[in-house]
């Protein structure tokens, strides 16, 4: 397959499909006589793969390292658990931590409100 005719199966630009090229996350096409890329079809699910994990927060280098298979389904579904459940505890971590610096945010809010307007020179700082 040509590269757009590879980028419109798999819902994305003909300039991703080159920067992954390029990346080394998915292997260089073939040349044919003319000089233009050839991809096999499998590359398909490939990058609906790769798009689908960035989409779910994954960054390149940890789509990189994964183990690639040539299948209609990229990885296996054991690994693509064990990833996801790393990610998963991954957001649950940030949340926690984006939650109690919106519970000190709104202290310091509090403090501020409470000391009149023109007390922030006199705040305290946020409570922990």
């Known amino acids: 397959m040509k590269i757009g005719e590879i980028a ?3 819902g994305v630009t003909t300039s991703r499909i080159r920067f992954y090229e390029k990346r080394g996350i998915i292997a260089p096409a073939l040349r044919g006589p003319n000089g233009y890329r ?9 990058l609906r793969f ?3 994990a960035q989409g779910l927060g994954f960054t390149l280098s940890e789509i990189a390292s994964v183990e690639i298979r040539n299948d209609p389904q990229p990885i296996s579904g054991e690994q693509a658990i064990r990833m996801l459940m790393a990610k998963r505890d991954a957001v649950d971590s940030l ?10 945010i709104d202290a310091l809010i509090e403090d501020l409100r409470t000391s009149g307007a023109d007390g922030a020179g006199r705040a305290r700082g946020p409570r922990t």
């Not at 949340?95 to 000190?104: D, G, K, L, P």
Request: net charge negative.
């Open 50 to 52: 790769i798009e689908q």
């Open 8 to 10: 419109n199966a798999a």
């Open 38 to 46: 050839d991809y096999p079809a499998e590359l398909v699910a490939l």
């Open 95 to 104: 949340i926690e931590e984006a939650t109690q610096r919106r519970h000190r």
